[in-house]
């Protein structure tokens, strides 16, 4: 089992910034990916971004260039860094793990309860 906790969100102005933060702890691999997603209200949740332990990072075309995931594997922490930030971006945004116990087995994947970024225009 795996407990994530979300922190870092809040209101901000049209192209302001702000950063999350994302603790795992409980039963971490050594070999995972962490990563963040949003979800706005009447939508789907989407991926925003992803990090991997071996330091491979995956974005949403709509977040390249603005938005930078860090992670500290010591630590089992990630961040996202959310720069030049827009209205459309409001929503409330959800730490995501996840881990195989082998190569052949399932994937597992969990969640966290999710922090509110709000950008006001």
């Known amino acids: 089992q795996v407990q994530l906790v979300e922190s870092g969100g809040g209101l901000v102005q049209l192209g302001g910034s702000l950063r999350l933060s994302c603790s795992a702890s409980?039963?971490?691999?050594?070999?995972?990916?962490m990563g963040w997603y949003r979800q706005a209200p009447g939508k789907q949740r989407e991926l925003v971004a992803t990090?991997?332990?071996?330091?491979?990072?995956n974005y949403a075309d709509a977040v390249k260039g603005r938005f930078t995931i860090s992670g500290d594997n010591a630590k089992n922490t990630v961040s996202l860094q959310m720069n030049s930030l827009k209205p459309e971006e409001t929503a409330v945004y959800y730490c995501?793990?996840?881990?195989?116990?082998?190569?052949?087995?399932?994937?597992?994947?969990?969640w966290g309860q999710g922090t509110q970024v709000t950008v006001s225009s």
């Open positions: 995501n793990y996840k881990h195989r116990r082998a190569y052949w087995s399932r994937q597992d994947e969990y």
């Open positions: 990090i991997t332990t071996g330091g491979s990072t």
């Open positions: 409980g039963t971490i691999f050594s070999i995972n990916v």
